[in-house]
């Protein structure tokens, strides 16, 4: 089983590069922001329950995120593997992706971080915004906080993985062409 980990800050590719290797390969993309988008749009509890935090930049409580990337998991389970999009993205969900990992006999085989700076991610989102139809790639006050959530919450994990799987954790400039970025994706995983 292969089971990659895409990190990066909003607007760094994770999505892009994740469809990029779901063309190339058996694996499942689960992106959290995509299944909490179709809660919301279904208007389930839950999507309801995620808006509130989507709309201001804000991260949804742990709680809630690591029930949904289980139940993903689960209802994958017989896949060939997964790419994870957008999880984790705190030090509790990290540890309870570990735990979950464990009880599922699963491993990570690869933690890919994308390097974009801030000037160039506010610009992409912005321009992802005219046609997203995602209110948050809209206004770049919004943008800024969910750099900032970035800066305080996920970009800890960079060391998390660092320290725990340190042949495993490979960093990438994302400031390149897609095609570019993507050649030295598939050189780290296939
Ligand atoms: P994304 O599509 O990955 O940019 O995520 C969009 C929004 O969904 C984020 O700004 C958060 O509000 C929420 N979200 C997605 N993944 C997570 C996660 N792992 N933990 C908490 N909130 C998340």
Redesign the pocket.
């Known amino acids: 089983m292969l089971n990659i980990v895409l990190f990066g800050p909003?607007g760094s590719g994770k999505g892009t590069q994740a469809d990029l290797i779901v063309k190339r390969t058996n694996l499942t993309h689960i992106?959290?922001?995509?299944v909490?988008r179709k809660n919301i749009s279904e208007k389930t509890e839950l999507g309801q329950l995620?808006n509130d935090?989507?709309q201001k930049?804000?991260?949804?409580p742990d709680k809630l995120?690591i029930n949904l990337l289980a139940s993903e998991v689960d209802f994958y389970l017989n896949s060939e593997g997964f790419i994870f999009?957008?999880?984790?993205?705190?030090l509790p969900?990290a540890e309870a992706f570990s735990e979950l990992l464990k009880k599922k006999d699963m491993d990570l085989s690869f933690v890919i971080s994308l390097e974009v700076s801030e000037n160039e991610l506010v610009k992409r989102l912005l321009s992802r915004g005219l046609d997203s139809g995602r209110e948050?790639d809209k206004n770049e006050e919004i943008i800024r906080n969910?750099i900032k959530v970035y800066h305080k919450q996920t970009s800890v994990l960079q060391n998390y993985y660092l320290n725990k799987l340190k042949d495993c954790f490979f960093s990438i400039n994302g400031e390149r062409t897609i095609e570019e970025i993507s050649k030295d994706i598939f050189n780290i995983v296939l």
């Open positions: 909003p992106s959290t922001g995509d909490f995620a935090y989507m930049g804000q991260l949804v995120t999009d957008g999880f984790p993205r705190t969900q948050d969910r």
